[in-house]
């Protein structure tokens, strides 16, 4: 079973970038693709970016593109997402989770599993 942690939330203000991290224990995250969500105050989870088990495919929710950047490093299976040119609406709490390996970038949040306790995003206008 894999456990996954995020960490490297923070407040910023609009503009402003931030790195997160999905680190894993357990398991090889190599076994895995892997999902960044987020959720807001009063709203549901939103698929923000997902990436294969090798990097070599990515997917992005609409809003993210060319701001948000997804990349892993298997040796220290880890994920980061890489999120710059912040703006308030991405304020929300941002999680990790897993899906096997063998499908598709693009699948529904309900293939995804393991996930983590989130770290909180704070955006400032």
């Known amino acids: 079973q894999v456990q996954l942690v995020e960490s490297g939330g923070g407040s910023v203000q609009t503009g402003g970038s931030l790195r997160l991290s999905c680190a894993a224990s357990?398991?090889?995250?190599?076994?895995?693709?892997l999902g960044w969500f987020r959720q807001a105050p009063g709203k549901e989870r939103e698929f923000v970016a997902a990436?294969?088990?090798?990097?070599?495919?990515?997917y992005y929710v609409d809003s993210v593109k060319g701001r948000f950047t997804i990349s892993r490093d298997n040796a220290k299976n880890t994920v980061y997402l890489q999120m710059n040119s912040l703006k308030p609406e991405d304020t929300a709490v941002y999680s990790c989770?897993?899906?096997?390996?063998?499908?598709?970038?693009?699948?529904?949040?309900?293939?995804?599993?393991?996930w983590g306790q989130g770290t909180q995003v704070t955006v400032s206008s």
């Open positions: 989770a897993v899906r096997p390996a063998g499908l598709r970038v693009e699948v529904p949040v309900t293939w995804y599993s393991a």
């Open positions: 357990g398991r090889s995250l190599s076994n895995y693709g």
């Open positions: 990436i294969s088990w090798n990097g070599g495919s990515t």
